[in-house]
Every structure is written in C-alpha cells, then in structure tokens.
C-alpha cells in the first residue's frame, strides 16, 4: 500500500523489502528492490485492492498515466503531427516534464517511449525471423514509424530537455538504453544533455552500456564528452569500461578506451 500511495521512494520503503527477504517471502529468487516494489505495486491493484460494495474500483496511477501518455501520444507521432505533439506537451508539461510517471518503475515519458520502442523493434524481429521470407511493407511501414519517433523524441527534448537526465527504478538513464541498443543517432542526441558519469544500480555508466551495447560510434560520441573512468567501476565486480571491453572481446572497442584512457 505504500508503493501503490507513494509511488517508488527507497528511502522510506527499503525496510519493508528487508523484512520481506528476512521472512522468507520471497520462495521462487529474491529480486532486488525495484522488481520487488513493481511485483508488490501490481499485487495491490490485482489481488489486494477491493472496494466496498457500491464503490468504484479505481485504476492504478501506473495505468491512468500510460494511457495519458500513448494514447494521445502514439497516434500523433504515427501521423508525424508535430503540432499537436508539441500541443500536448503543453498541456502535460506540468504533470510530466520534470518527473517520473506514477508507477513503480519510475519511467519519465521519454523512458517509457524508448523502451516501448526496443520492445517493439524486438517483436518485429521475431515476427520477420519466423517467415521464410522478410515481409518488406511490414518492414517498411515501421522503418517510416521508428524514423517519425525519432523525431518525436528530438522534439521531446528540445522542449523538455530534463527528461535526459530522469533515471528510472534501476537508475538506467535514457543514454544508458539508447547506447545498449547500440543507436548511434540518438546517442548523439542524447549524450551533449545527459550526465554521462552517472551510474546505475548495478554500477554501470553510459560507456559501460555502450561497450555492452558493441557500437564503436556510439562509445566514441560518449568518450568525445570526456567521462570519468577510472572511479566508475561495477559495484560488485569493480568492472571498468575497459574489463567489460575485453569480456566482451571487441578488439575495436578494447582500442578505442585505450587511446583515450591508457592509463587503465
């Protein structure tokens, strides 16, 4: 019930997942904070929450905001109306610009749209990988919407340019996903308004999703912003950019940190 009123705040909420994990309540793995609070956010409004007899049931903050966000925004951007994207913008700015969406992931609408688009990119991959042979209109009539929500998030960001720097529940920022995905183009649009040294709760940085990510042009554009290395190391296994280069055997890569920092 805290989740669900307050939305994700681990300061105020860790010690309730610390007696969760010290009363075993956990059986199939214990995951760690933030998939905890979304598996507890959807528990309460899909099992715990009952109104009184006569009551409304309410929806779910998360799902009142998701539908604020695509439903109005999915239609426009597939229709490349900028206009009234830019429209609703204005109508939203306050509820949406500065802040995270009410929901235990903490996506901010730029987040939200980026991971609904690599779910969609995956998706149509699967889709085409299960045809004997590619189907080109479905092909081509995504290629034509991934270009308009391009467009759309440069439009985002010119308008909103803190949603940069909004991380969600795990502390993945919107340059970590794009730079994972290996997406030079908004790397580049990206990266001049993130904070490039910020870190996850894993311990990764940008850089380290770009290595992962295996696209020399887009470790490049991130290293062009001079980042911090040497102290922005993986908690557990005090990884820099460089160790996770050379786990992942990307000889190109391994040589691109080197000449700009030797000394690790």
């Known amino acids: 019930s805290e989740i669900a009123k307050a939305w994700l705040d681990k300061g105020a909420q860790e010690k309730y997942y610390r007696n969760m994990l010290a009363y075993g309540m956990f059986p199939e793995g214990i995951p760690g904070f933030g998939d905890a609070a979304v598996q507890r956010e959807e528990f309460f409004w899909a099992t715990l929450y009952h109104p009184y007899p006569g009551i409304v049931r309410e929806e779910a903050p998360a799902v009142l905001a998701y539908k604020t966000l695509f439903e109005k925004t999915l239609p426009l951007i597939k229709e490349a109306d900028w206009a009234g994207l830019r429209q609703w913008m204005r109508e939203h700015a306050k509820k949406f610009r500065k802040t995270s969406l009410q929901e235990a992931r903490r996506n901010s609408v730029l987040l939200a749209w980026l991971k609904l688009l690599h779910k969609a990119k995956a998706d149509l991959c699967a889709r085409l990988k299960t045809m004997l042979l590619p189907d080109l209109t479905v092909q081509n009539h995504f290629?034509?919407?991934l270009e308009n929500w391009r467009e759309a998030m440069r439009i985002l960001l010119e308008a909103w340019p803190e949603q940069a720097k909004i991380a969600d529940f795990n502390g993945q920022t919107p340059l970590m996903l794009v730079a994972d995905d290996g997406d030079a183009g908004m790397t580049q649009l990206l990266a001049p308004k993130s904070d490039v040294d910020a870190?996850?709760?894993?311990?990764?940085?940008?850089?380290?999703?770009?290595?992962?990510?295996?696209?020399?042009?887009?470790?490049?554009?991130?290293?062009?912003?001079?980042?911090?290395?040497?102290?922005?190391?993986?908690?557990?296994?005090?990884?820099?950019v460089l160790h996770t280069?050379?786990?992942?055997?990307?000889?190109?890569?391994?040589?691109?940190?080197?000449?700009?920092?030797?000394?690790?």
């Open 143 to 145: 290629e034509c919407f």
């Open 199 to 240: 870190q996850d709760d894993l311990g990764r940085t940008a850089l380290h999703a770009a290595v992962s990510g295996g696209s020399p042009e887009c470790i490049a554009l991130i290293l062009d912003l001079n980042p911090l290395v040497a102290d922005k190391v993986t908690y557990s296994e005090k990884n820099t």
């Open 245 to 264: 280069a050379v786990r992942f055997g990307m000889p190109e890569n391994v040589r691109l940190i080197l000449a700009a920092f030797p000394g690790l």
